[in-house]
């Protein structure tokens, strides 16, 4: 059994004994606003995720639930800020690909991501999409692919931020496909993509979410998704595999709690969250921003973070990714 694994089974057989004083405060919760602590700024797939979900969550628990962008270190300021919260419930982390592909990209954290953040539910599950600036002259993946090698080392491929999903899946791509693209990391994907709107940056791998009302108005042209299969929110578009074989990226978000967090708001929290997935206007919401619902039991979502962690270590040794 691999350390992570080892942890996650620890973490779930202690979370079995709650002392019942955490029962009866689990009974009023919650009683005031909840925080929900996005590591990322404003615009971006992850905090678009947060706020629709956060708007659920005011709804079915009668508590407004506030959004906090932390930007910062890929994500860890986000993070470190929950894990030394008070485990009570009202200090929530969006989290997802980026944080798992931390505990490999970071050798130095003040935290450990497994061991510290308590698994609460999934959201959910997204493609990314190789899109370009309109001004490139690229309708194709194999296009594109051509064009960059004609142009060695004059191609700016933005990201979200160094380390992000949205950098190892360009990295990824560049490596797979032999190409020379210069990596310019922004604190997020908002500020990103308004820079690949404006031409200062010519590709991107972005995930859809955050990208394709740009491309239905015609602001940006996508090429391909990245995931193995293409996407309902755009049927007509190849995967990236498709072309450049045996490639495939995805990203995925989910919330979490500082370790220590009363099982049984946990268990509340999985329960509404997995409701807002299965309402049909909030799926729809999320359906239409191309995502897929990721509904699983803490448990469930507590071995799905093993598994994305364990995946990582040899996609950032190959991809070359390095922290800012």
Not at 3 to 21: E, N
Not at 70 to 98: Q, W
Not at 204 to 226: C, N, W
């Amino acid at each position: 059994m691999s350390h992570s694994r080892r942890q996650f089974v620890q973490l779930v057989s202690a979370a079995a004994a709650v002392p019942l004083a955490r029962v009866a405060r689990a009974q009023t919760y919650p009683n005031r606003p909840l925080r929900l602590i996005v590591g990322f700024s404003a615009g971006g797939p992850t905090d678009i995720t947060a706020r629709l979900i956060g708007q659920w969550l005011f709804e079915r628990l009668g508590q407004q639930c506030i959004i906090e962008n932390r930007p910062g270190a890929g994500s860890n300021i986000a993070a470190e800020m929950v894990v030394n919260a008070p485990a009570d419930g009202y200090t929530l982390l969006i989290l997802g690909a980026t944080n798992a592909i931390n505990a490999t990209l970071y050798e130095k954290l003040n935290f450990n991501f497994i061991r510290d953040i308590a698994p609460i539910a999934g959201l959910v599950r997204v493609p990314l999409v190789m899109e370009v600036h309109p001004a490139v002259p690229a309708k194709t993946v194999p296009e594109f692919i051509a064009y960059a090698k004609a142009n060695p080392g004059r191609i700016n491929m933005g990201s979200g931020g160094n380390g992000t999903t949205l950098h190892v899946s360009g990295e990824l791509f560049k490596l797979m496909a032999g190409l020379d693209m210069v990596h310019v990391p922004y604190r997020g994907a908002g500020p990103m993509l308004i820079d690949l709107i404006g031409g200062q940056v010519q590709v991107a791998f972005d995930p859809m979410p955050s990208s394709i009302e740009y491309i239905r108005a015609g602001k940006l042209r996508p090429l391909a998704v990245t995931t193995a299969e293409r996407s309902q929110a755009l049927p007509d578009l190849p995967t990236v595999g498709d072309f450049v074989a045996g490639y495939e990226a995805s990203s995925w978000y989910g919330i979490g709690a500082p370790r220590g967090t009363p099982a049984e708001i946990i268990e509340r929290l999985n329960r509404e969250i997995n409701a807002g997935l299965a309402d049909p206007k909030l799926k729809a919401r999320l359906a239409d921003l191309g995502a897929m619902p990721l509904t699983t039991t803490a448990a469930a979502f507590g071995q799905f973070i093993v598994d994305e962690t364990e995946k990582w270590p040899k996609v950032v040794k190959f991809s070359g990714a390095k922290p800012d």
